[in-house]
């Protein structure tokens, strides 16, 4: 007999026999717990959004969507960036005032090269408020997981109010669980060491989200 | 379990020496007063935190009562995503299965993800034997595999550690597994962290194999998360070409939406964060995005055993969160180690003795690794009754009785050292169901308090040996409530 019906004969047996197939889930769960946490305006959405990442460190730039590209070249330049990442679907332009050296995410591209990036641009799918969330789900304007994870600062553009959410429950339901989600809150964090936070063990030390607006 | 523990005294012996360590004491104390002030302070952001709860424990206990549907749902989904799904039922099978998987790759070298499930089953002492190196990546487990040491805690394995220990580790044992330690390593976090750092990223940029468990599969998607704070994780499920998840049966959510649930009540119960800096989820194989071989093995190794246990299945709810342990005043002063276990703390006693059976030593005494105070089941995110759970395995601990073995009924015997308290239990028993002569009795020890010894004789000393024996009070209550007549007249 195969393990698998070893153990599913277990699982049986546990139970003093076959189990129906559950047809009664959605009234099983009682689901009375909320959908999002307090009341606000879009505006004090976008605001606690803002507020949760700076509480986690990230570091919270806000621009129209013409200001962007000028913000995007002071960052790097802040960070002293010589090449970029670059997805393959990110906006014309975000990048057009930048001289840094532009790195595009390809299949064929090595960890170690990219391990050279000093910095990676991105937009993300969702960002969650109460949380100071922002999920990346791997579109073309996000690119591989990898690119957003080995060089040491992402500068992230969050749309708002648009791609803002409140709550965890209501950015489950605008994401598709057949991509590849990366759910990020402030710089990769490490409390190992006697419980001190220091940002930055092997994902990104810097993590500069820009909340665009108008378009 | 992992041959880890093998050997190690019982309970009471290992947190006796526990205790009289200062340095862990110290560093147990500040870490779990640290986090549990933290997790009371992110809880309670949440005004619906007691409805979160009931539906994780909702959840959780749809998912066993329908395990079968949900696993066999859960191997389709990830199969029609691109995943192959392996079943081990022991930990012996579950290792060879890895084993044989990295094997077929060429490789002798893999990048893990810190999981409990690995740890259970022994896997890194395995592949060694198999000729085979994994490298911990994640920073507490890195300080516990380059201390030879074992972990501690759930959730921060190396708490028992503080930072010139881990300075002095790092710069003994750096070297011998890669790129050293920088000269001049001082014992500030960020130094230690960077030195982590270095040392490691040479290990990502190569492995082309990756190790990991998962905190929870979704049944209807075949979605498999990781839920961490480093980016170690994130590292290993997306550089490597093969991935190989190991993951408990229990850990099984059955719809999409059931994860807004956990991902709200996880993080704030273990890390008392709103939300922990990374969280991965991963749906088979993406096209050129990540690992192009998907392994999913589901263990058993004593899970359906528990399943079998009506009052002990709900163990099968825990999310691994390390709430329990923080508040738990034993753990805070006995220490990790001293459940002899991966999974240490209230939920580790309750735990343990189910997977592995009570058979052993250490096994049979971590029942009474607690004072019963209620606290783990406070701050429980999934309402897992870990009091109750106790004195069940108590009771069968000192009386025996049915019990399930590797998916067979089995009697167990009472075990061994708890004659006295059979028949104390037994005496106490009769005394109460005769009244006179339980009045007789206690007016004749009233009167003798005197010369009452502060230690129990015989057997019962070693009882006396960790508590003070109650003072017998000069006169018996019903004595006095009859004197008194019900307390009204005092004066009397």
Known sequence: ?215 | MSGTFVGMPAFPKAAHDAVRNTTLRANLKHATHTIRDKRERAVSELDDWARLRQAGKEIKDHTLHHLEHYLVQLEESVTAAGGTVHWARDADEANRIVAGLVKETGESEVVKVKSMATQEIGLNEHLETEGIHAYETDLAELIVQLGNDRPSHILVPAIHRNRGEIRDIFRKEMGSWGRPAPEGLTDTPAELAEAARLHLREKFLRAKVGISGANFMVAETGTLVVVESEGNGRMCLTLPETLISVVGIEKIVPTWQDLEVFLQTLPRSSTAERMNPYTSTWTGTTDSDGPQNFHLVLIDNGRTDTLADEVGRQALRCIRCSACLNVCPVYERAGGHAYGSVYPGPIGAILSPQLRGTGSEIDASLPYASSLCGACYEVCPVAIDIPEVLVHLRERVVAGGPATRNGNKVMLRPAKGHAAERAAMRAATWAFTHPAALATGQRLASRTRRFHPRTAPGPGKAWTATRDLPKVPAEPFRDWWKRTNGGKETNK
């Open chain 1, 1 to 215: 007999m195969s393990s698998r019906d070893v153990i599913l004969g277990r699982v049986r047996r546990a139970l003093g026999g076959p189990v129906e197939a559950p047809d009664s889930y959605a009234k099983d769960i009682d689901r009375s717990y909320l959908r999002e946490h307090g009341n606000r305006t879009t505006q004090q959405t976008v605001e606690l959004l803002a507020e949760n990442l700076a509480d986690y460190r990230a570091i919270v730039h806000r621009a129209t969507s013409e200001e962007l590209p000028a913000t995007i070249v002071r960052l790097l330049a802040g960070h002293g960036s010589r090449a970029v990442a670059v997805p393959p679907g990110l906006p014309d332009g975000w990048l057009a005032e930048a001289d840094a050296t532009q790195v595009h995410d390809r299949a064929e591209n090595t960890p170690a090269e990219l391990d050279e990036v000093d910095s990676v641009v991105t937009a993300c799918a969702v960002a969650i408020a109460e949380t100071g969330t922002i999920v990346l789900d791997g579109s073309p304007d996000q690119g591989r997981r990898r690119i957003t994870l080995v060089p040491d600062h992402h500068i992230c553009v969050v749309r708002v109010p648009d791609q803002v959410v409140s709550s965890v429950p209501q950015a489950l339901e605008r994401l598709d669980p057949t991509r590849p989600l990366t759910w990020i809150s402030g710089p990769s964090a490490t409390s190992d060491i006697e419980l001190d936070r220091v940002e930055g063990v092997h994902g990104p030390r810097t993590l500069e989200v820009v909340l665009v607006s108008g378009g």
